[in-house]
Structure formats: structure tokens, C-alpha cells
């Protein structure tokens, strides 16, 4: 857990829709707790199969399978996605979200999990970091990645910051 409280519908429904839904692409959400962004793309109108989402927590995991039918998750770690994923079909995604509160973890776990998830996106697609602090949890790496401020979304309990991430392609 990051936070007080679960994502807001607010916050949630803005990280979906930076999502691109449309490539034929899955997505891969990192940290799910509750389902909240879960939810809100689908909503969107991306098809279950075509969510992978990785929950660390037992109970959060069963809470999902249960509430949301045909979406993929596995209970695994997100610090290991290669075997993680490694009985998931697809290689490539459209984007990621991360719910994962980074700011806990240290600097160096922070960076392995924005530079291996951005090794499972497409060209130029987005890694959707959601954080509570006032600077992105992970500094861009020239070369590497980018990063950039999408939104501070007040709305929210606690006001939650909303990062996207990508590769450099110099």
C-alpha cells in the first residue's frame, strides 16, 4: 500500500485515458491493489484479455481474480517481471501503468522497475507512473529513458502526481 486510500475514480480515469487503447497492444498494469485503474480502462473499452496486471499482495490478487473476469493477473513481483511474465503470451505492450508506491522502495529497485518495464513497450509508448511525492520517483537517464510531469491531480486523497516515462531514442 502507498497511500490512505485506494486511487480516486478521478486520478484513475485520467492515467487510462493516456493510455493508447487502440495499437491492438495489451497493457501491463504494475500494482493494481484494488482494481481502480483496472477498472477505469476498461471502461475505456480495452478488452480483459487484453490486460496483464502483476499484484504482489495474496489478497489483493484473490480480490481481483474474483472482480474483474478475464483480465490476467499474476501474483508475482514486479522486480522480477522476466519470470514474472514468463507464462504470459504476449512480449510487447502498448504502455504500463505503475500503481507501485516507488517512493518506498529503494533508488535502486525504483530504477530496475521503470527500466525493465520500459523494455516491454513498444517505440514510443508510455510508462504511467502515479506517485505521491512532488518530484518523479525515478530521474530520467539520458540515453535510457525520459520523464516527464503529466498532471498533479488534486482531486485526489493524497494529491497524486502522474509521471510518464519513456524510451530515449536519440
Known sequence: MGSIKPTGKIAANYIASLLPIDTGLPVLELGPGTGVITKEILERGL??????????????YAYLTENYPGVKFVNGDALDLENT??????????????????????????????QESL??????GPLIQLCYGPKPPVAAIPGQFTVEKSDQIFRNIPPAGIWIYRKDVQ
Open 119 to 124: 523494455k516491454l513497450i513498444e517505440a514510443n
Open 47 to 60: 478488452e480483459p484479455s487484453k490486460i496483464v496486471s502483476v499484484e504482489y499482495s495474496k489478497e489483493f
Open 85 to 114: 511474465l514468463k507464462d504470459i503470451e504476449y512480449d510487447t505492450y502498448a504502455g504500463v501503468v505503475c500503481a507501485i508506491p516507488l517512493l518506498n522502495f529503494p533508488m535502486e529497485q525504483r530504477t530496475k522497475i521503470i
